[in-house]
């Protein structure tokens, strides 16, 4: 016989997402299980590393330097001939402000978690879920050799861009492949002096990176994680995204003599947001819920804080002893009420960006550098650019 243990909820992924809803579950008194695949939460890395500080704060996480490699003073966006524009760190968007430790980072989330009450396994991995009349009971797990099933009345699904738990419950996860991103990123050391380099988190746009863009973020003083992301319908073979990066590092000074320390390559989902998080004992969150913002791939800020409604809504659901789908819309609707409109919009303005030339960036930036346009939003950005630019921003014109 199988065996079997029982918890209120089980979070199957410890990534951001999965670990801030374990810890905000068990503060409000949830028996909280959180399993996680790999060895070791956090490694290995597969990130750039930006986020936004405000999130820390949202979500009171303890600051702690482990976590932090450098504190940036804002944004560099770069145009295809190399115009810049520099906004600085509060209106820079969700990925600029520090460049975390990853690992150490998604270790301290989980050890909130642990602090609050959870109980964690770790190379635990969630092989299917226990369907009975309608409602999601559980996981069947492995660890090791070892197979057994937990219990649950509520399974949180923060497994990621790749979840699998969601489709296994019947959610429509699936992404089409122009709204997946393709990214490889090299962490690259002995980064020569240029562009306030290591000051800035730098975005460099247009056909270096199709539908898409070049991210240099800071590590230290000669060290930086140099990615590239590419819209998977603009690659005719997935690899050559490889070429794209390389061939930007080649007429970049600085990068004459860079040198690799790690390289990791990872697909983002930049969809609209998916129609449907809960269900009658199950609720997804963070990337597996396609939460990710689709101009910026950045999805760390936005599945702490939908984990932290999750994980307080399911204290609430524990007080009435009910975990069904009705029950669960307040989590669905709160996330909805602070993200949703966000990244609907900015999915939309994606559609568009990635049909830009490289004429239309570069004039665009340089738009927003001479009226000195201060911050990072879709919505600021587009009003400058009418006032000084119609003819630029037809393309645009529904947003305004
Ligand atoms: C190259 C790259 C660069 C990026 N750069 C940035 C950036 O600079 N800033 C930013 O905000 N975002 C960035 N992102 C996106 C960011 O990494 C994700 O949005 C973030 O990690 C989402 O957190 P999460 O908790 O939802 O999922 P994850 O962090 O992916 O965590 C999911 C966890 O679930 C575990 N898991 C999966 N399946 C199972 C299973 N069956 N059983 C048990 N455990 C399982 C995984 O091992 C993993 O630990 C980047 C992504 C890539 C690929």
Request: hydrophobic share 40%.
């Amino acid at each position: 016989m199988v065996k079997s243990i029982e918890y209120d909820v089980v979070v199957v992924g410890a990534g951001p997402a999965g670990s801030m809803t374990a810890r905000y579950a068990a503060l409000s008194g949830v028996r909280t299980l959180l399993i996680e695949k790999r060895q070791e939460i956090g490694s290995p890395v597969r990130c750039g590393e930006g986020l936004a500080r405000h999130f820390v704060e949202d979500t009171k996480l303890p600051f702690d330097r482990k976590w932090v490699a450098q504190e940036v003073k804002g944004a560099k966006i770069f145009s295809p001939n190399g115009t810049e524009l520099t906004i600085e760190e509060a209106h820079a968007g969700n990925e600029v402000g520090i460049v975390l430790e990853r690992d150490a980072f998604d270790k301290a989330v989980a050890k909130e978690a642990a602090r609050a009450g959870a109980d964690i396994l770790l190379k635990t991995t969630a092989t299917a879920v226990l369907k009975e009349d309608g409602w999601i009971r559980g996981v069947r797990c492995k660890q090791l050799e070892d197979e057994f099933v937990v219990k649950a009345k509520c399974v949180v699904a923060a497994d990621g861009y790749e979840s699998q738990v969601g489709r296994w419950a019947g959610f429509r996860t699936l992404l089409k492949a122009g709204d997946v991103t393709g990214t490889l990123q090299y962490r690259l050391t002995n980064i020569g002096r240029g562009h306030d380099f290591p000051d800035y988190c730098e975005f460099w746009l247009g056909t270096c990176a199709p539908a898409g863009y070049i991210w240099v973020f800071p590590k230290d003083d000669v060290t930086a994680n140099v990615g590239i992301g590419v819209s998977l319908d603009r690659l005719k073979h997935r690899h050559d995204i490889k070429g794209f990066l390389d061939r930007w590092l080649a007429q970049d000074p600085r990068m004459a003599r860079a040198q690799p320390l790690d390289m990791v390559t990872g697909g983002v989902s930049t969809c609209a947001p998916i129609s449907k998080t809960v269900g009658n004992g199950v609720a997804l969150v963070g990337d597996a819920a396609r939460m990710i913002d689709p101009i910026t791939g950045g999805g760390i800020g936005n599945g702490m804080t939908a984990g932290m409604m999750l994980g307080q809504t399911l204290g609430r659901c524990l007080e009435k002893d009910d975990f069904s789908e009705a029950a669960l819309q307040e989590y669905e609707k709160g996330w909805r009420a602070k993200l949703e409109n966000g990244l609907y919009r900015n999915w939309l303005a994606k559609n568009k960006l990635v049909t830009l030339s490289d004429q239309e960036f570069d004039d665009i930036v340089k738009t927003l550098a001479d009226v000195g346009v201060t911050k990072l939003s879709v919505r600021a950005i587009l009003k400058v650019l009418k006032d000084t630019n119609p003819e630029l921003v037809a393309k645009f014109a529904e947003f305004i």
